[in-house]
């Protein structure tokens, strides 16, 4: 069984797309951080967001594949094992401005694909029940109010010892939104046949039973 979480920046879904599959058995496959992996090739070699050409030339040359480690998903940029370089903001950002290329949405939209063939996959991303695997048998839309995100991510932040704005983390979580939804390539957007979960006023327990129960009617 193959189970799509889409959503927006900052709803949760990959600890909750996490739980899911532990739950199941299956493998979690977490596509943001093939399009971040992308996005730090273009940072360490210089390239900019809007130069289309650099960027589709990068999909020529960054070889990205996925490995697991007890479990774990690792992602590999030509070779080298980058996971730990992929959270921080600036690759987010710069994930969301490439991620808009036709060429970059191929290249991972396929290897995404073959991971899905292979095995029982909870896949999260933004386009994962539109376009990635349209056949899911469980297709959740995970969305939380900006408030709630930016709450959310400035604690962590907090919690991190690091200095955190709340007024410009919430702008960049509207930012960021903006940008996924309303580019022309499998913008961000509900599938028709996924359930919609706010998880705003919901605590992570309830989230993951939501789901499962979904699974049991699937
Ligand atoms: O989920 P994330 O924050 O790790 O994703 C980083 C960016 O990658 C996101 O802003 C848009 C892009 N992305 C995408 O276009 N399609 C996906 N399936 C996953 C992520």
Do not use: W
């Not at 399009?35 to 070699?45: E, G, H």
Request: aromatic residues 4%; proline residues 2%.
């Amino acid at each position: 069984m193959n189970i799509a979480i889409d959503g927006p920046a900052g709803a949760g879904k990959s600890t909750i797309a996490k739980l899911v599959a532990k739950e199941l058995g299956n493998i979690y496959v977490d596509t943001g951080a093939m399009y971040r992996a992308m996005a730090l090739y273009m940072i360490k070699n210089g390239i900019s967001p809007d130069d289309v050409a650099s960027i589709e030339e990068a999909c020529e040359h960054a070889d990205i594949s996925i490995a697991y480690q007890d479990g774990a998903q690792h992602v590999m940029l030509n070779g080298e094992d980058v996971t730990g370089e992929l959270r921080t903001e600036a690759v987010g950002n710069m994930a969301s401005s490439t991620s808009v290329n036709a060429r970059v949405r191929t290249k991972l939209v396929s290897l995404q694909q073959k991971l899905a063939e292979r095995t029982g996959v909870v896949m999260d991303g933004r386009d994962i029940g539109t376009v990635v695997l349209p056949n899911a048998e469980v297709k959740v839309y995970l969305t939380a109010s900006v408030e709630t995100r930016a709450k959310r991510r400035y604690k962590e932040l907090i919690e991190k010892g690091l200095t955190a704005d709340f007024d410009a983390i919430a702008a960049d979580i509207r930012d960021r939104d903006y940008r996924d939804m309303n580019r022309k390539n499998s913008p961000l957007r509900q599938a028709d046949d996924a359930v919609l979960v706010d998880s705003s006023d919901m605590t992570i327990d309830e989230v993951v039973s939501a789901i499962l129960d979904l699974t049991k009617k699937a």
